[in-house]
């Protein structure tokens, strides 16, 4: 099987790129004109052709696809403002699927995220699956939710239009070695000073090289077509769990101020009430004082991998202890 992989060149890109040459497939991995590609680690690789492109230029996009069976779109934009992530996001993924067509390369796994949910309007202690609701304000979201929510609807299109063979999977967030903050846990101001929200909410963590594990298995299952997998670990801890275990990997204790998740909830949407009332939303509030971003982040969930483990007949290869183990160079597995 040969795969064309966008985004390769990110995190979860390069470990991505990794899975599938290690199952023996052939990979052309579609990086940035900027990237450095001796710093690749697969890079020589025999069954690996870089292609340095820019996807908001589509020009070189349907060549890049001939002798392709399948796609992996990785890119995204995840910071800056709405018509940067636009861009990179939405027009990128237009542009890609374009190609596809005209190449007649339906096989597509695109990766979505946990971001598109309606966090709000979902009842505290609810677990989190394929059919939970998705978000119906995002205009109230950050824009890289907004932008993501876009780009499922461009491909369930591409799916109905033109016959695609989608894959949508939803990671959780994606941890691995320099990557273990994360934004559920509250604010790392710096090294030497954390803001933690809450404590026992669950955390939807999925270890950099299960979720990898996921995607290529996706790719080769034809059960997974026309279905969309939430992809998080097994062994999920809450936050003040998963902190514990990060403090465990420090050399030094940060300075951590803690929160309680009821107090900033009736913070944040005291606050978003005045400035909408009061202030005619004149004032843009932090995000944290926004109540559908600050329950995305922080609400007590829970979250389900059961139907990407049905669908997939997969299991994630590293429990959170094996995980952290491997990102603190006591493991085989980074």
């Known amino acids: 099987m ?4 966008t985004g390769a060149s990110g995190f979860l890109g390069q470990y991505v790129v990794t899975e599938a040459l290690q199952r023996g497939c052939k990979v052309r991995a579609v990086v940035r004109p900027s990237i450095d590609e001796k710093l690749l680690p697969w890079n020589n690789h025999p069954a690996l052709e870089l292609v340095l492109m820019d996807l908001q230029q589509p020009d070189r996009l349907e060549d890049a696809l001939q002798d392709v069976n399948a796609v992996v779109h990785l890119a995204a934009a995840k910071k800056g403002n709405f018509d940067t992530q636009y861009g990179s996001t939405v027009v990128a993924t237009t542009h890609l699927l374009q190609a596809m067509v005209a190449a007649k390369v339906l096989r597509l796994v695109a990766i979505s995220t946990f971001s598109v949910f309606d966090y709000l309007h979902i009842r505290r202690g609810e677990i989190i699956h ?3 609701p998705l978000e119906r304000e995002p205009e109230q979201r950050d824009v890289y939710a907004q932008t993501k929510l876009l780009q499922e609807n461009i491909v369930r299109d591409f799916q109905e239009k033109y016959g695609g063979q989608v894959t949508i999977l939803r990671p959780g967030m994606i941890y691995g070695r320099d990557h ?12 030497r000073l954390w803001i933690r929200i809450g404590s026992d909410a669950q955390i939807p963590l999925t270890y950099v090289e299960n979720c990898a594990d996921a995607i290529v298995t996706a790719v080769e299952c034809d059960g997974a077509i026309g279905k969309t997998l939430n992809i998080v670990d097994d062994d999920l801890p809450t936050q003040s769990v998963y902190a514990d275990k990060l403090l465990k990997l420090m050399p030094q204790s940060p300075l951590t101020i803690s929160i309680n998740w009821t107090v900033m909830r009736l913070l944040a949407h005291t606050t978003w009430l005045c400035n909408k009332l009061l202030l005619a939303g004149k004032i843009k509030l932090p995000s944290i004082l926004v109540p559908a971003r600050l329950h995305a982040r922080f609400k007590p969930l829970g979250y389900s991998n059961i139907r990407a483990q049905q669908v997939l007949n997969w299991k994630p290869r590293y429990s959170l202890d094996a995980a952290l183990a491997c990102c603190k160079g006591e493991g085989s597995g980074e």
């Open 130 to 132: 394929e059919d939970s």
């Open 2 to 5: 040969k795969l064309l992989v």
């Open 180 to 191: 273990l903050w994360n934004a559920c846990l509250g604010a790392k101001v710096s090294d």
